[in-house]
Nanobody, 122 residues
Framework: QVQLEESGGGLVQAGGSLRLSCAAS????????VGWFRQAPGKERESVAT????????SYADSVKGRFTISKDNANNMLYLQMNSLKPEDTAIYYC???????????????WGQGTQVTVAS
């Protein structure tokens, strides 16, 4: 069993930066693929960035490419999302997730954090 807890969200001006952290419990975290997701009010949850078990082979949503960077520290059971050049449209609750799976044929993750609010003021 893995538990995830995000931190690092907050209020930032457009153009600013934030670094989200996700602390994981459990020895198996280091073996799992991971991801960051976000959900804005009135919108569906969307994938922001994903990476494999080692933190390699990152994949980003087109809307954040070149601005966000996902990284994984297996030695310390941590996952990060560095967010630069933030825009008001990045405002959302951000969630970290671990261990990709399929539910009814739809990609999902087995473990999710509670989320951290990111608000970007214009």
């Amino acid at each position: 069993q893995v538990q995830l807890e995000e931190s690092g969200g907050g209020l930032v001006q457009a153009g600013g930066s934030l670094r989200l952290s996700c602390a994981a419990s459990g020895r198996t975290f280091s073996t799992y693929g991971v991801g960051w997701f976000r959900q804005a009010p009135g919108k569906e949850r969307e994938s922001v960035a994903t990476a494999d078990w080692s933190g390699s082979n990152p994949s980003y949503a087109d809307s954040v490419k070149g601005r966000f960077t996902i990284s994984k520290d297996n030695a310390n059971n941590m996952l990060y999302l560095q967010m630069n050049s933030l825009k008001p449209e990045d405002t959302a609750i951000y969630y970290c997730a671990a261990r990709p799976t399929l539910r009814g044929g739809v990609p999902d993750y087995d473990y999710w954090g509670q989320g951290t609010q990111v608000t970007v003021a214009s």
